[in-house]
């Protein structure tokens, strides 16, 4: 790729992520389906996702593990918000604060209309009923939220602190135990883990857009 072109390079991913996304979840709604969730619920990609579902059944220990690191996750997000209402109050004018902070707020309110559609257009359900009976379950909010919310938060911080290295690698390892954890805990089809991948992917792809975007804008300003 061009490198003179962070901006164009930035949007050419984000097309590619969002088409990978599109074409997937039609193929986890299509391609061979079967009824072998709960209350005779379908699944695509059957014979892979119930191979590895007989492999990782519930396991409330590794489930419990990814509801704190999805804690931590809004934890973060908090932290950014927090960050974000001091530099508007300490400069008194809501749009002060650093303009990084305003593309984290879009991203994660993007993040947040991407899990209600989900909610709504319904792709399979779990492979377990929890307590709610059967639940919505393509793609893992939880991964979806942990990759987009931690890789973006570790670019965040990147100029802010000290070791922010360090940081990154913590945050970063908090993204890739999510998976883990919510993969081995058995309340997620194999494919439900693979979309909820591709999703913070695609989000954290829309953040580094609007990222170059407002730098690239920045660096004209100073011609």
């Known amino acids: 790729m061009d490198k003179k072109s962070p901006v164009k390079n930035s949007v050419i991913v984000t097309a590619i992520l969002f088409a990978v996304f599109v074409i997937y979840t039609i193929c986890v709604k299509n391609v061979d389906v079967a009824a072998i969730g709960p ?3 379908s699944v695509g990609f059957s014979s892979v996702n ?3 579902a007989k492999t990782f ?15 931590f996750s809004f934890i973060t997000i908090g932290a950014i918000a927090l960050t974000a ?4 109050v300490k400069r008194k004018g809501i749009f002060k604060a650093d303009q990084d902070c305003y593309v984290m707020g879009v991203t994660y309110v993007a993040t947040g209309i991407l899990y209600v559609l989900f909610e709504k257009l319904i792709i399979n359900y779990r492979p377990v009923i929890l307590d709610e009976g059967l639940e ?10 942990s990759v987009c919310v931690f890789i973006t938060a570790s670019i965040w911080i990147r100029n802010r602190i000290k070791y922010d290295r360090y940081v990154s690698v913590m945050l970063c390892t908090f993204a890739v135990l ?3 954890c919510r993969l ?11 979309g909820g991948v591709i999703a913070g992917a695609l989000l954290t792809s829309i953040y580094m857009t609007l990222l170059s975007v407002l730098q690239s804008r920045a660096g ?3 011609d």
């Open 39 to 41: 209350e005779g619920s």
């Open 50 to 52: 119930g191979a590895i």
């Open 57 to 71: 059944s519930y396991n409330e220990f590794f489930y419990d593990c990814s509801k704190v690191i999805g804690l």
């Open 220 to 222: 004209k300003g100073k």
């Open 178 to 180: 999510m998976v883990i």
């Open 85 to 88: 209402l001091c530099q508007v």
């Open 136 to 145: 919505a379950s393509f793609p893992s909010s939880h991964t979806m939220l």
């Open 184 to 194: 081995i805990s058995g309340v997620h089809w194999f494919t439900d883990i693979i």
